[in-house]
């Protein structure tokens, strides 16, 4: 296999660290990593899923933990300001 350099732009940085630990813990190179995954999306064909709006009528609600009990309301802070 020719061996060349490809610089690629607008790789999620968080994400393509994750990807290099795993390829490491597989005992890959990175490259070889890229490939598979490569051929894996190549081969089944997938497109970008679309978004669609009605799919947050099926979000349901979770516990953020101790300490967010009132995030909702902080966020409105940011966002609209304090009320008058």
Same mark, same amino acid.
């Given at each position: 296999?020719? %061996?060349?350099?490809? $610089?690629?732009?607008?790789?999620? @940085? @968080?994400?393509?660290?994750?990807?290099? *630990?795993? &390829?490491?813990?597989?005992?890959?190179?990175?490259? *070889? &990593?890229? =490939?598979? $995954?490569?051929?894996?999306?190549?081969?089944?064909?997938? %497109?970008? *899923?679309?978004? =669609?709006? %009605? =799919?947050?009528? =099926? $979000?349901?609600?979770?516990?953020?933990?101790?300490?967010? @009990?009132?995030?909702? *309301? @902080?966020?409105?802070?940011?966002?609209?300001?304090? %009320?008058?």
């Amino acid at each position: 296999m020719k %061996k060349d350099l490809h $610089a690629i732009r607008g790789l999620d @940085e @968080e994400i393509y660290m994750k990807f290099k *630990e795993k &390829a490491i813990t597989e005992g890959m190179t990175v490259g *070889e &990593a890229l =490939n598979l $995954a490569m051929k894996d999306w190549v081969k089944g064909g997938s %497109k970008k *899923e679309e978004l =669609n709006p %009605k =799919n947050l009528l =099926n $979000a349901k609600p979770f516990d953020w933990g101790s300490g967010t @009990e009132r995030t909702s *309301e @902080e966020v409105d802070k940011i966002l609209y300001g304090n %009320k008058k």
